[in-house]
């Protein structure tokens, strides 16, 4: 599986920790960046990724920033994304499963186990056969489709 992920300054450190531990379970991980902690803006990135998967660059993406909530918006202004701000494992499964979520955005005050079990969750958990989840993605996808028309 191909992984794309992202950060801002204040996600850098963990965005480099968790990179390695992506690539050392074979994962396949595409870096969109930054490459420090000097400051930037996190709009650049997380708009970066939601670009590139739906350029199909890669399977699933991981967007880090200090809160979550400001890459979480970034990655959701590009058609097509479902981007969560997570905080936990069971958050991550449940997202995946019912909500067919595509990027994940996660905050910097978690702990490194917390993460690898959130980012393990995410990457794991397929989307339900349910069909009563289908159908809300569906009715997402049309409501989104009418709206850029």
Known sequence: MKIGITSDHRGYKLKEKLTKYLLKKGYD????????TEIVDYPDFGIKLGEEYINNSFDRGIAICANGVGMSIACNKVRGVRCAKINTSKEAKSARNDDDINIIAIPTNLMMFEVKDIVDAFLKTPFSTVDRYSRRIQKLNDYENRVWM
């Open 29 to 36: 991980v595409i870096d969109y960046g930054t490459n420090s």
